[in-house]
């Protein structure tokens, strides 16, 4: 008789969990006019990603860490990204007083 103290969730979970959060990101990418809204549709997205990656790595690998050791490059890259990105959106608030993205026709001839 075995006993566990935790409750077995099955890889469609995770999957379905994962898609519903990536399709929102998109959603929130493609609706979205405000600069900050777009970058956290943005970290939704990757963090789908991260998701899909520990999912994977739990169930396929078992005692190996490759999706954990992906995982920590995503986190990696995606902290870089909102760094860059607010940087780049505090510059252009400066300059144009407005996050509307329709509004930034800083690079149009």
């Known amino acids: 008789m075995m006993t566990t103290n935790s409750i077995d969730v099955p890889l469609q979970a995770y999957l379905v969990l994962a898609a519903i959060l990536f399709c929102t990101g998109v959603w929130g990418l493609i609706n979205s006019r405000n600069a900050v ?3 956290m549709s943005i970290e939704l ?4 990603v991260n998701i899909n990656l520990m999912a994977f790595s739990s169930y396929i690998d078992g005692q190996l860490i490759r999706g954990q050791v992906f995982a920590i490059f995503v986190i990696t890259v995606a902290a870089a990204e909102a760094a860059v990105g607010l940087a780049i959106l505090l510059s252009l608030y400066r300059n144009r007083e407005t996050v509307d993205m329709e509004r930034f026709n800083l690079l149009r001839w």
């Not at 997205?45 to 789908?48: I, K, T």
């Open 37 to 39: 809204r777009v970058l």
């Open 45 to 48: 997205m990757l963090n789908a």
